[in-house]
């Protein structure tokens, strides 16, 4: 049971450069996020999801993408990496109400990005 | 507005000496409190939520309504407890997002 994967773990990309981080869970959970975590600033929610379809933007959701065709795969695109999008970025899971939930968030180990 | 505060960046303590971790939250509605920790190099990862009332490596939280706070406490420190801590509020209804405080490093000394 591999939990959240994320890809890559680091990645360097220049001004203006597209990428796609890559998120994917095989706890079957409907709810999916991702947050990105700046020094002294917490963990900001960028973009979430309650289900293969759905997603909806977060507090700082700007200069993002994301989609969920399918239930396991969450992936956030960046079109026109700025340094300001500089970051750890976090892709996290929870079951649905209704499935075993203790509103514990599983996280991913993180992917750290550089732009430049 | 929903927040969650955690006035200190840093707390340096020696092992052996208590420690008290701050956070406070601002929620209108009925709070679901967390402490995520994340170790060196590791995962961010749950602690402890305050539903379950459980000791979790000899921490605590307790959550105090009138006060609004959730403080994460241990009577006596070790240097394993060195890592990142953030408090948490689960906003209820439909999407279960959570919110983070800025966090917490505590460093523990030898």
């Known amino acids: 049971n591999a939990g959240v994967t994320q890809t890559p773990k680091f990645r360097i990309l220049k001004i203006g450069q597209s990428m796609t981080l890559q998120c994917t869970q095989d706890?079957?959970?409907?709810?999916m996020y991702w947050y990105r975590q700046d020094p002294g600033m917490g963990l900001k929610l960028i973009y979430y999801s309650v289900g293969a379809g759905i997603t909806d933007k977060g507090e700082v959701p700007n200069g993002y993408n994301v989609s969920r065709s399918t239930t396991e795969d969450f992936p956030l695109r960046l079109e026109l990496a700025a340094p300001s999008q500089t970051s750890v970025y976090f892709c996290?899971?929870?079951?649905?109400?209704?499935?075993?939930?203790?509103?514990?968030?599983?996280f991913g180990e993180g992917s750290r990005l550089t732009v430049l | 507005a929903q927040r969650v505060t955690q006035p200190e960046k840093l707390l340096s303590v020696f092992k052996g000496a208590p420690v008290e971790l701050k956070c406070n939250y601002s929620y209108s509605g009925s709070p679901e409190l967390f402490w995520y920790v994340q170790y060196s190099r590791q995962r961010l990862q749950l602690l402890l939520r305050?539903?379950s009332r459980e000791s979790i490596k000899g921490f605590t939280a307790d959550l105090n309504k009138g006060e609004t706070s959730f403080h994460l406490k241990k009577p006596f420190a070790q240097e394993e407890d060195s890592a990142m801590y953030y408090c948490?509020?689960?906003?209820?209804?439909?999407?279960?997002?959570?919110?983070f405080g800025t966090g917490t490093l505590l460093a523990v000394q030898p």
């Open positions: 305050h539903i």
């Open positions: 948490a509020l689960s906003q209820s209804g439909a999407t279960n997002k959570l919110i």
């Open positions: 996290a899971s929870r079951p649905t109400p209704g499935q075993v939930d203790t509103g514990e968030l599983f």
């Open positions: 706890m079957n959970h409907n709810y």
